[in-house]
Each structure stands twice: as C-alpha cells, then as structure tokens.
C-alpha cells in the first residue's frame, strides 16, 4: 500500500468532489469537545496525578476519543469496482463513554433492533425509574447490584399494570395478563455527572388469553405430542413401523444484533455508501490501511493530505478573577 495511489486509476481530483448524496466523511478534530480536550487534556492528566491519578478506563477512553474518526491512525479503503473511484472510512474507536460519533451508532443500532425485532404495533409508554443520591452512586460502581434493582423496577411496574388490567377487565388471575418491557441504563445526567437511573418502555397495558397480537409477544406453547403406537404382544404379525419424521425445515441464520455501518447510514440518513454516486457502481474494500505508509498512502488516493499532531498544551494558568481548585 506503500505505492497505492499508483495501483488506482481515480485521481486525487475526483475523489476530493462532494458526493452528490450530501455524505462527507466527519471531521472529529474541527468539534469543541475534540479541541478542547486536545488542547487541555496533557495538562489536565498532569494536574490529576498530583492527586493519584485517574482511573485507567478514564485515561483510555479519552485516549481513544482523541484517535477516533482521523484517518492518520488507521482507516479502510472503499474502491468502486467500476470507476476506480475511492472513499476513505477512518476507525473509530468503538467505546461506550462520551464520544458522540460511536454513542450514536450505538443508539441507531439498538433503536434498529428494537423496531424491528422486539417493539410490535402496540401502544407503547415510556417510565423512567429516578434513585435516591446516595443509591445511584453505588449502582454506577456495583453492576450486579445495578441489575437486581433493574429487575426489581420491571417486574413491580408489570405488577401494576396487571393489578389493574385484573380490576377493570374482572380477570380471575393476573396470571391470565401478559406484559412486556425494555429498560436502559443511564449513568450521567444532563451535567455528564454520575447518576445512574432508568428508561423503561412498557407495553402500556397487557395481552389477555385472546388478544390478536398474543402470539407476536407470548412464546407459543409446544406442540403436543402424537399418540404412542400400540405394539401387538406374543404374535408373528411384524409391528406397523412408525411414519418416517417429517423433515425438519433449515434453522435461520443467527440474527446479529449489531448491523452494519452501512446499514445504519442507510436506516438513518437514506445514504447508501455501498454504491458510487459517480456510476453507480458497487464499492468494494480495498484494503484496511494500519501502517504508516499504507494510511499516507490511502490519504493520497483519497486527496488527503495528513494532518500533524496537536502540539502539547502549555500549563494552565488561571485567570487573575477565577480560582483554580486542587484535586483532593
């Protein structure tokens, strides 16, 4: 890849002209967040370990964010199979903390799953479950005990709805009445502090013995068995053989639960970033560019040209009105 501009017959040129979808590759460093920890972060990091440090997955995830989206380290290269022309896709850094590019294909991933293989036209309610101070700070830290509280918030809210469907329909069980729900975790508030508290969306009302949409919730239950054979006893007759088992249809693929970036640009946007918006053509990867003359070289094909580091910030100094806080 050292030599990849010569290997394809798109030029610069044209791989520098705006797509007529409206899809531009995303530009991390040009956002306040990314400048700003850029700038501040070396300092911040310094200032902190006068104090003990910070915790290590802290340390990481901003490490990553601040790789996340820039092509100098490491992207994949998308070539049309017809016209030649290339698309550059930066990695990403795929975790979970505050970047917003990954936080949100996260969200269009699940929001994808949800719609389309769990949430059924039915109506739907939205509760959220806030804790007390002192508990969200120890669920933010203790995952098993962040669990059962979870699970103890589910199943008293499905009690509720059961209570009630048995009072106003004059059910004789609430074991009759069938409910169901999906729950996500926050852990920050508006603030990005620490506050852990749930979104639950609930099934709002429940699926009695006959409701029509029933069995896209309830798991059928399993086929009754056929009747044994009666064998004949002390006789010459040869027993009647038992019909042969009817062919058992192929299992489906597994579903996978994470799509595609390509999918999800489909889903989200109405972009399909597997076609050539030149020819219309079929894009193909070329090659994941992770050495330093395989990504110059896929920045050249692409009309990059690769950016420097952000020079290291100088200490910080705190204006003559403000305080600056140590960290205790």
Not at 51 to 75: I, K, N, Q, T
Not at 188 to 215: Q, Y
Request: overall charge positive.
């Amino acid at each position: 890849m050292g030599h990849a501009a010569e290997h394809y017959a798109a030029p610069a040129r044209a791989a520098r002209a705006a797509r007529a979808d409206g899809y531009a590759r995303r530009r991390p460093e040009l956002t306040t967040l990314h400048r700003t920890l850029s700038a501040h972060w070396p300092a911040f990091v310094e200032q902190a370990e006068e104090a003990g440090g910070l915790p290590s997955f802290v340390v990481r995830e901003v490490h990553d964010y601040l790789r996340c989206g820039l092509p100098e380290h490491g992207c994949a290269l998308l070539v049309c199979l017809d016209c030649g022309r290339g698309v550059l896709v930066a990695f990403s850094c795929k975790h979970r903390g505050f970047c917003p590019s990954c936080c949100g294909r996260r969200m269009s991933d699940a929001s994808l799953h949800l719609t389309e293989r769990v949430l059924t036209e039915v109506p739907l309610r939205h509760w959220v479950c806030s804790l007390p101070f002192q508990l969200r700070h120890l669920l933010g830290y203790d995952r098993a005990l962040c669990a059962d509280v979870v699970s103890a918030f589910v199943k008293e809210l499905s009690r509720s709805y059961r209570r009630r469907a048995k009072e106003v329909h004059g059910l004789s069980s609430i074991a009759l009445a069938q409910t169901g729900a999906v729950t996500v975790v926050q852990r920050t508030d508006s603030a990005l502090r620490l506050s852990v508290h749930f979104h639950t969306i609930a099934i709002d009302g429940v699926l009695a013995p006959n409701a029509k949409l029933r069995s896209l919730v309830v798991p059928r239950p399993p086929a009754v068995p056929t009747e044994p054979v009666q064998l004949p006893l002390f006789t010459n007759e040869v027993p009647p053989q038992p019909a042969p088992p009817a062919e058992r249809a192929p299992r489906p693929p597994p579903y996978k639960v994470r799509h595609p970036w390509a999918q999800l640009m489909r889903h989200v946007f109405a972009i399909d970033v597997t076609t050539c918006v030149h020819c219309q053509g079929r894009m193909r990867l070329r090659e994941l560019c992770t050495t330093p003359s395989a990504i110059a070289g896929a920045m050249a094909h692409a009309g990059l040209a690769p950016q420097p580091p952000p020079s290291a910030a100088r200490p910080l100094r705190a204006h003559p009105s403000q305080l600056r806080l140590a960290l205790d």
